[in-house]
C-alpha cells in the first residue's frame, strides 16, 4: 500500500468522573487525513486545510506523534501527509487527538501494522503532549481503539477498551469559544479533600458497572464530576441550563467534553439524543451564542480506512 486516506474520529475525554481516564468515540464528526509513503525519509505535513495549524513537522501533533513512532523502527523511506481539519482546536472533543492518533494509525497501516493499535498510544500521546503540556491519553486511546476506554494506569501505561452498550449515543454542543486544554489544566486544584474522592470513585465504579450490565440508570446516576467542573464550567456559557434541559429532555446525564467548552450528554437511542440536541440549541440560539452540534453513536471502531 503506498496511500491511505482515512476518517479519524472526534473523542469525548474524561466522561464527567473519569478525569485524564476516560473516553469515548464518536462516529459522526473527526476529520479526515491522506497518508502517503515517500522516498525522503522522516514526515512532512503537506497540507492542512480547514484550520490555520502549523506545517512544521516538530510543531504539529501528527509530525510529533509519526516522529516517536519512527525512533521505533528502522525504515530508509519517509511519508507525507495531509490533514482535513473539521474539529476545531479548543473545542474539546479531541481535535489534536485525531490528528495525532489519525497519523499514527496511517502510518501504521502503511508499514503493514508493526505495531498493534495500543502500541500506537505512546506515539500519539507524544503528539497531544505538544498540543496540551501533558500526555493524557482519554481521548487518543479511544480513537485508536475505539468505543469507551479506561486508561488503568499512566506508569506502565495500560488501556483497557471497556464495553459499551449498543444504544448509548452522545450529543455534543460546541459553543464557539476556544478554551486551550493547557488554560483549562492551569484552573485545576492539585489536591482533592478525601470525601470528594470517595463521591468521584463511587461515580467512576457506578459508571464502569453500568456500561458493563448495560444498565442506563446507573449510567446516568453515575455522570457527575465534584472535582474537575466545579472549576471548569464558569468558562461554558449557560452550562447548568444545558445540563438542566438535556436531563428534561430525557438524557442519562451530561457534563463538560475532555477540557471543554463542548458540552455532551448521553442518552439511550437516537430519537432522546436528538430531543437533547433540539433542548441544547435553543439554549444557545435565545442567548445567541454560536454554536455546532452534533448527534453520534459510540464509534465502536475508531479509525476507519476511506
Ligand atoms: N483529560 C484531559 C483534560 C482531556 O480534561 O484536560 C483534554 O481533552
Given amino acids: 500500500m503506498e496511500e491511505i486516506k482515512l476518517f479519524t474520529p472526534a473523542t469525548i475525554a474524561n466522561v464527567s468522573c473519569g ?9 459522526t464528526v473527526g476529520d479526515e487525513m491522506v497518508l502517503r509513503k515517500v522516498a525522503k525519509k522522516g514526515v512532512c505535513i503537506t497540507k492542512i486545510v480547514g484550520q490555520d495549524l502549523p506545517l512544521e513537522t516538530e510543531k504539529n501533533v501528527a509530525g510529533v506523534a509519526v516522529l516517536s513512532l519512527l525512533k521505533n523502527i528502522d525504515i530508509d523511506f519517509g511519508f507525507e501527509i495531509e490533514i482535513y481539519k473539521n474539529i476545531k482546536p479548543g473545542s474539546g472533543i479531541g ?26 498510544i505512546p506515539f500519539a500521546m507524544d503528539g497531544e503532549k505538544l498540543a496540551s503540556g501533558t500526555a493524557h491519553a482519554d481521548n487518543v486511546a479511544p ?3 475505539g468505543g469507551f476506554t479506561l486508561v488503568k494506569s499512566y506508569a506502565p501505561l495500560e488501556v483497557i477498551k471497556i464495553h459499551c452498550p449498543e444504544e448509548l449515543y452522545a450529543t455534543v454542543i460546541h459553543p464557539q469559544i476556544e478554551v486551550k486544554t493547557a488554560d483549562s489544566r492551569s484552573v485545576l486544584k492539585q489536591n ?20 458493563y450490565t448495560e444498565d442506563y440508570d446507573l449510567i446516568g446516576s ?9 472549576h471548569r464550567s464558569i468558562l ?5 441550563r444545558l445540563k438542566e434541559v438535556s436531563k428534561k429532555a430525557g438524557a442519562l446525564g451530561s457534563g463538560i467534553s475532555g477540557s471543554g467548552p463542548s458540552v455532551f450528554a448521553l442518552s439511550k437511542g437516537k430519537e432522546i439524543a436528538n430531543k437533547v440536541a433540539k433542548a441544547m440549541t435553543q439554549v444557545y440560539e435565545n442567548i445567541q451564542v ?4 452534533h448527534v453520534s453513536k459510540v464509534n465502536q471502531n475508531g479509525m476507519k480506512v476511506l
Fill in 192 to 211: 482533592v479533600p478525601l470525601k470528594t474522592m470517595v463521591k468521584q470513585m463511587g461515580n467512576l465504579a457506578g459508571l464502569i458497572s453500568g456500561l
Fill in 236 to 240: 461554558i456559557p449557560e452550562f447548568q
Fill in 19 to 27: 478525569f485524564d481516564i476516560l473516553g469515548l468515540c464518536l462516529d
Fill in 95 to 120: 481535535s489534536s487527538a485525531a490528528s495525532a492518533a489519525g497519523a499514527v494509525f496511517g502510518v501504521n497501516q502503511l508499514l503493514g501494522n508493526p505495531f498493534s493499535l495500543k502500541e500506537l
Fill in 143 to 145: 480513537a485508536l481503539l
Fill in 222 to 230: 453515575s455522570l457527575h464530576d465534584v472535582i474537575i467542573e466545579p
Fill in 290 to 293: 454560536d454554536f455546532d452540534i
